[in-house]
Antibody, heavy 114, light 111 residues
């Protein structure tokens, strides 16, 4: 069972990125999935999660209206579209299988800086 | 939002000795289904978090039995019966009863 994130990078404030999490060895479509982030030297912050069929999505207040979570079960993939990025969005972004958060990817780094 | 407060924030331990980490929530994590939605994680240096305990006291697959979770309502404890060198890292509690999901600040454990 494996989750692999990609899509991170360096972006200027106000810019956009799309993160991808690809699952293998697990029936991806059976599970809620989450994004969790960790700013440099800081703790963990839950960002968003999405229901198995994509019909329900929830976000932490600090990203509402800027980030969009989505999934493609045919591709075993989870996405996070990051728009209007701010310096404080700089973090390692992890995807995790919810509800127990029992499987995590290795993370992808997003750096927002001018 | 449920606030999760961990104590202590750092802990120096001796191999073979026990260790205890506390986590308190600002609201009860006991659901009407009888389950308590409190998880514990360990994040080793340079790695993603790994699940240790789910729903208050259930050890995740492969987690050594020296780790145990207990508590009720708003007060929770993670105990390591005999610390080993591989147990160093940052421990987090997480509530999964309400949105947004919220983590404790983390407790750094070092030998």
């Amino acid at each position: 069972v494996q989750l692999v994130e990609s899509g991170g990078g360096l972006v200027q404030p106000g810019g956009s990125l799309r993160l991808t999490c690809t699952a293998s060895g697990v029936i991806f479509s059976n599970y809620w999935m989450s994004w969790v982030r960790q700013a440099p030297g800081k703790g963990l912050e839950w960002v968003a999660h999405i229901k198995q069929d994509g019909s329900e999505k929830y976000y932490v207040d600090s990203v509402k209206g800027r980030f969009t979570i989505s999934r493609d079960n045919a591709k075993n993939s989870l996405y996070l579209q990051l728009n209007s990025l701010r310096v404080e969005d700089t973090a390692v972004y992890y995807c995790a299988r919810t509800s127990a958060f029992d499987i995590w990817g290795q993370g992808t780094t997003v750096t927002v800086s001018s | 939002e449920i606030v999760m407060t961990q104590t202590p924030l750092s802990l120096s331990v001796t191999p073979g000795q026990p260790a205890t980490i506390s986590c308190k929530s600002s609201q009860s994590l006991l659901h009407s289904d009888g389950k308590t939605y409190l998880n514990w994680f360990l994040q080793k240096p340079g790695q993603p978090p790994q699940l240790l305990i789910y729903e208050l006291s259930n050890r995740f697959s492969g987690v050594p039995d020296r780790f145990s979770g207990s508590g009720s309502g708003t007060d929770f404890t993670l105990e390591i019966s005999r610390v080993e060198a591989e147990d160093v890292g940052v421990y987090y509690c997480l509530q999964t009863i309400q949105l947004p999901r919220t983590f404790g600040q983390g407790t750094k454990v070092e030998i």
